[in-house]
């Protein structure tokens, strides 16, 4: 059974950088892309990004362009996703989820449990 | 990005049928994938493509799509359902994914 495990929660202050780990475990880490997706309290789902863990090719919503990156390290079948230049407008819930990318019927399963990222001075 | 749209809110009685829609242009190329969300709960996937259910999901929820419409009905809605519905596809360009702006449905 597919599963992902999100790092915990973190609290940094405005300027600083976030670097969120998912691990992934019960399937084919290299066979499916790795998406980034955040909820702010009392907003909509943000897709903030994706990767495919084979090969490395990123891409990523215009809005995080000059900010996020996203890596794989398919060794430990793991994904990590940094966000730089912290504002208080990126405290959110970070979720990292299993999908597939490139069809006419993309579909994203399972989600990780969530990282909680507080920006606050 | 272009955004997909949907209704704010919606509720329906209990055991009865409810369908949330999901506008965009994409929508003409691209399925939408839908995704429930409860509060302080990661997202589920509840639809996605020609209406395929995941494993584990119900078959009250199944999807259809019309023009550049997109659809998520719920047949029989119960007291779990209530939830945040959020549908997902790409953008105008086709390069990029976005979600819709989510349908809160309460079940009374």
């Known amino acids: 059974q597919a599963q992902l495990m999100q790092s915990g929660a973190e609290v940094k202050k405005p300027g600083a950088s976030v670097r969120i780990s998912c691990k992934a475990s019960g399937y084919t880490f290299s066979a499916y892309h790795i998406y980034w997706v955040r909820k702010a309290p009392g907003q909509g789902l943000e897709w903030m990004g994706i990767?495919?863990?084979?090969?490395?090719?990123?891409s990523y919503a215009q809005k995080f362009q000059d900010r996020v990156t996203m890596t794989t390290d398919t060794s430990m079948t793991t994904a990590y996703m940094l966000l730089r230049s912290l504002k208080s407008e990126d405290t959110a819930t970070y979720y990292c989820?299993?999908?597939?990318?490139?069809?006419?019927?993309?579909?994203?399963?399972?989600w990780g449990q969530g990282t909680p990222v507080i920006v606050s001075s | 990005s272009s955004a997909l749209t949907q209704g704010p809110a919606v509720s329906v009685a209990l055991g009865q049928t409810v369908r949330i829609t999901c506008q965009g242009d994409s929508l003409r190329t691209y399925y939408a994938s839908w995704y429930q969300v409860r509060p302080g709960q990661a997202p589920v996937l509840v639809n996605y493509g020609a209406n395929i259910r995941p494993s584990g999901i119900p078959h009250r929820f199944s999807g259809s799509r019309s023009g550049s419409t997109a659809s998520l009905t719920i047949v029989g809605a119960q007291a779990e359902d209530e939830a945040d519905y959020y549908c997902y596809s790409r953008d105008s360009s086709g390069d990029h994914l976005v979600f819709g702006t989510g349908t809160q449905v309460t079940v009374l």
């Open positions: 989820a299993r999908g597939t990318f490139g069809y006419y019927d993309d579909w994203v399963d399972p």
């Open positions: 990767i495919n863990p084979n090969g490395g090719d990123t």
